[in-house]
């Protein structure tokens, strides 16, 4: 014979079962409310190249797509002869390089110029400007009549191409009218765009500019120097990989 409390145990039995299931479910959809929204409220990643404002110039963001990620700024290992301070570029690889001590370089993406534009050699820092003038050289106005307008020099802003900043190179104290500059044109940046100037993104120049003064150095390679600097880092990828 079935007790009174058996019997009631039996009864009770389906209701917990299912009172049970509608407890788990109901945490369950707590819990995968609670990773939604953590998951929302998760802080974006900050850009390497977000939008400041730059004496009064507002300089926009990089869109990371834009860039191949091998010309962002960064410090890498770089054997050198050139004492520390000294600007290399590489525009066949299109990168810049700031000799820093211990065997370290701070390397930066640029444009360069196109074919029968570029050039080489050895040049120092006699000018550095914020927010430059842009004047376009006689030359220049000759092959692009429509800039004539601009003879007189065209005001500092974003749309100016000297961008935010330009130093100025000179050889034996003549100005060369070669410049390492910013740009407003981020998807330029790793190609052979200009009129032989060397030209960096906005946020980049201003770096620069801030780490050298004037009477700096610059050497601009040649192919043959180019593929000799290019083997060497390569080199010195590889070990640092091993190493780690």
Not at 30 to 58: E, I, W
Request: with cysteine.
């Amino acid at each position: 014979m079935t007790s009174p409390l058996a019997a009631l145990r039996a009864a009770a039995h389906p209701y917990l079962r299912a009172l049970c299931a509608a407890g788990l479910t109901l945490l369950l959809a707590a819990c995968n409310q609670a990773t939604l929204q953590q998951a929302s409220y998760a802080p974006p990643s900050q850009p390497q190249y977000p939008a400041l404002v730059d004496r009064a110039f507002m300089i926009p963001a990089v869109d990371a797509g834009t860039i191949d990620p091998k010309y962002l700024k960064q410090r890498v290992r770089f054997a050198t002869q050139h004492p520390p301070g000294t600007i290399v570029v590489d525009p066949y690889a299109r990168f810049l390089y700031l000799v820093q001590e211990g065997g370290f370089a701070m390397r930066y993406g640029v444009g360069v110029g196109r074919d029968g534009f570029g050039w080489s050699g050895t040049a120092d820092i006699r000018r550095k400007a914020q927010w430059p003038t842009w004047t376009p050289p006689s030359a220049m106005i000759a092959r692009q009549p429509e800039l004539k307008k601009y003879s007189a020099g065209m005001g500092a802003g974003i749309e100016n191409p000297l961008g935010a900043r330009a130093l100025y190179l000179f050889q034996n104290g003549k100005d060369t009218l070669y410049r390492i500059h910013g740009t407003n044109e981020p998807e330029s940046i790793g190609k052979n765009v200009s009129s032989g100037c060397i030209r960096l993104l906005n946020q980049d120049v201003i770096d620069l500019f801030d780490r050298v003064p004037i009477g700096s150095r610059v050497v601009v390679l040649s192919e043959r120097e180019s593929r000799g600097v290019s083997s060497i880092e390569a080199s010195l990828r590889t070990r640092a990989g091993v190493a780690r």
